[in-house]
């Protein structure tokens, strides 16, 4: 009998690397990680794991999902992608919608930065350079009070920022500059640090405009690529 995607899993399970991990995802009590359950199982080894399981569906996807296991719910968002991009290619749109709209009604579940980075520029950013039409809802996402939904809104944009538009990365980041968390300051200068090396142009005006309200920690990202010279101009002022 074969195994189902848990069991595989679970076979492959490593306790050295899921204590490693656990501490790396922040798991302790009041940490952002706090509750997940990690076997230790690399992410190369998941993305082989997944194509064996490339064909299951939506509701075997969200049982997967709806899991305190770490690698259970980045392995079926892995699936997602992959299930993604092949709908794309197949000019399947009603697939592409359905795998949209499960994403995001799961957010809850999409609740690590790993997690997020893999599905939402893939999926959600896919999506909606798309259907341009729906993208009131990364605004939305960007307004949550819930940590992810934020990061997912931001980190979206990527997908945009690949093709020449930045617009919505620069509004979105406006909204998140008052933002408290650490992921959300990273999350932001990433997506900026990315536009500069699309345009540096756009991205220093949008510096200069916002630098008072940056975090540190989101000018560190977004300059990352400036010459030594200018980087050292940015973080005095």
Known sequence: MSLTLPQTLHHHANKDRALINQRF?????????????????????????????HNLTLSELQTILHTNIHEQRLTSLIILTE?????TKQ???KQQQEIYQFILNNTKWINNWDLVDTSAPHIVGTYLLQNPKDKP?????????DLWEKRIAIVATFTFIRN????D??????????D????????????????????????????????KQLPRTTLRY???????????EYLKL
Do not use: C
């Open 180 to 211: 408290t968390h650490d992921l959300i300051h990273k999350a932001v200068g990433w997506m900026l640090r990315e536009v500069g090396k699309k345009d540096q142009s756009i991205l220093e005006k949008f510096l200069k405009q916002h630098l």
């Open 91 to 93: 000019h399947n749109l």
């Open 25 to 53: 995802f922040k798991t302790n009590k009041g940490q952002y990680g706090h509750g997940d359950i990690f076997l230790g199982i690399t992410v190369p080894q998941q993305r082989i794991i997944a194509k064996q399981y």
């Open 137 to 145: 809802i990364l605004y939305t996402l960007a307004k949550s009070e």
């Open 169 to 178: 990365t620069l509004n979105i980041s406006k909204l998140l500059l008052n």
């Open 83 to 87: 299930q993604y991009k092949q709908a």
């Open 164 to 167: 020449n538009q930045y617009q």
């Open 222 to 232: 977004a300059i990352e690529r400036f010459p030594e010279h200018k980087r050292k």
